[in-house]
């Protein structure tokens, strides 16, 4: 009987350990407005985005607390950010800005960006290679809504892709 309650309680514990993972994703949702202004959020798992910043930056990537709220600083996110994801609108690069960002309890985190496209368009070529550097399975899927309805997934093979 013991022997059973042993089994029992190793599958309990293998079937909710979340320490390792062997899923690495991330989800941009991207609504593109008539007036050319891009709303943009960014969710993923914090300590990956973590783990993946010290591997690549060399730095240490701490959050913060105010008011019960935890977040990183916008300008730490930005030095890793804008390196991999990226956003042109018929070769004009668009100057995205973090707009703030929040850690979940369940660990997400969500970062908020926005930009402005000069030209109404329906051609927008998205760099997104977050995490893939040192996450080689790491899928990163972009939404789009509002003038351009699509989505695409990205991964260490496929960084960039053109929504038209």
Same mark, same amino acid.
């Given at each position: 009987?013991?022997?059973?309650?042993?089994?029992?309680?190793?599958?309990?514990?293998? @079937?909710?350990?979340?320490?390792?993972?062997? +899923?690495?994703?991330? *989800?941009?949702?991207?609504?593109?407005?008539?007036?050319?202004?891009?709303?943009?959020? /960014?969710?993923?798992?914090?300590?990956?985005?973590?783990?993946?910043?010290?591997?690549?930056?060399?730095? +240490? @990537?701490?959050?913060?607390?105010?008011?019960?709220?935890?977040?990183?600083?916008?300008?730490?996110?930005?030095?890793?950010?804008?390196?991999?994801?990226? !956003?042109?609108?018929?070769?004009?690069? *668009?100057?995205?800005? !973090?707009?703030?960002?929040?850690?979940?309890?369940?660990?997400?985190?969500? *970062?908020?960006?926005?930009?402005?496209?000069?030209?109404?368009?329906?051609?927008?070529?998205?760099?997104?290679? @977050? @995490?893939?550097?040192?996450?080689?399975?790491?899928?990163? !899927?972009?939404?789009?809504?509002? +003038? /351009?309805?699509?989505?695409? +997934?990205?991964?260490?093979? *496929?960084?960039?892709?053109?929504?038209?």
């Amino acid at each position: 009987m013991k022997f059973y309650i042993s089994i029992l309680l190793i599958s309990f514990y293998n @079937l909710f350990n979340i320490g390792d993972h062997e +899923t690495y994703l991330s *989800i941009t949702e991207l609504m593109i407005h008539e007036n050319g202004n891009l709303e943009i959020s /960014i969710e993923t798992t914090a300590h990956d985005f973590e783990y993946v910043y010290r591997k690549e930056l060399n730095k +240490t @990537l701490k959050s913060k607390i105010l008011f019960g709220e935890e977040y990183y600083e916008n300008e730490d996110l930005r030095n890793y950010l804008f390196n991999h994801f990226s !956003i042109e609108n018929e070769n004009n690069k *668009i100057d995205l800005k !973090i707009i703030g960002n929040e850690v979940k309890l369940d660990g997400t985190l969500i *970062i908020y960006l926005q930009g402005k496209s000069k030209k109404k368009s329906k051609y927008f070529k998205i760099k997104n290679d @977050l @995490l893939v550097s040192v996450l080689p399975n790491q899928q990163n !899927i972009v939404n789009l809504s509002g +003038t /351009i309805k699509s989505s695409y +997934t990205f991964n260490k093979n *496929i960084r960039t892709y053109v929504f038209q």
